[in-house]
Every structure is written in structure tokens, then in C-alpha cells.
Nanobody, 115 residues
């Protein structure tokens, strides 16, 4: 099993930046990929970004060019650097780890962007 704990969510003005962190513990070596998702009020959870074990990254179109996913293997932590934030980025952000055909989720961290 893999346990994930997110942190870094906050209230920020439009145009500002935040960095989210996701600390992983447990069966770290079994993780194939890690990513971030978000869920805004009244909407379905949507994919934001993924980083594969080889370091390749992918981003959803709404965040491409503004968000950067990275990881620190020594700290077993994945980050999401969010720049040029917009009010529509307001959501609970969840960390996800893919282990084979299964996924683990964190508890989420709230990001609120004011206009």
C-alpha cells in the first residue's frame, strides 16, 4: 500500500503562485506514476498532470504552460508548481499514485484563487 499526504493549498489572488506537495510512504518502489487531479464544487474530478517513473510529464490543456509537476526521489515527494493562477483553478487538489492496475489517493488540499 501507498499512503499520500498533500499540503500547500491556500487562498491566493489571481495571477499568484502556489506549490503543492505530495509526500508518499509505504510501498514506494511499486509506484509506476504519480499525478495530480482536482475537483471543483459541483464538478467531476479532473486530471491535471502526471509524472512517470522515467521523468516524462503530461499536462491537461487548461494548465499547460502554467503548472509544472516535478518530484524529489530522495524525499519521496511530488510537487505541483502552479503559476499564473486563475479563479477557475479553484478546487480541491488530490495526489494520485498508480500501482499496477490500482490507484492510491491523498485526502486533498484546498486551493482557492480570488479574482
Amino acid at each position: 500500500q501507498v499512503q499520500l499526504v498533500e499540503s500547500g493549498g491556500n487562498l491566493v489572488q489571481a495571477g499568484g503562485s502556489l506549490r503543492l506537495s505530495c509526500a508518499a510512504s509505504g510501498s514506494i518502489r511499486s509506484i509506476n506514476a504519480m499525478g495530480w487531479y482536482r475537483q471543483a464544487p459541483g464538478k467531476q474530478r479532473e486530471w491535471v498532470a502526471t509524472i512517470l517513473n522515467g521523468g516524462a510529464t503530461n499536462y491537461a490543456d487548461p494548465v499547460k504552460g502554467r503548472f509544472t509537476i516535478s518530484r524529489d526521489n530522495a524525499k519521496n515527494t511530488v510537487y505541483l508548481q502552479m503559476d499564473s493562477l486563475k479563479p477557475e483553478d479553484t478546487a480541491v487538489y488530490y495526489c494520485n499514485a498508480v500501482i499496477g492496475l490500482k490507484s492510491s489517493w491523498g485526502q486533498g488540499t484546498q486551493v482557492t484563487v480570488s479574482s
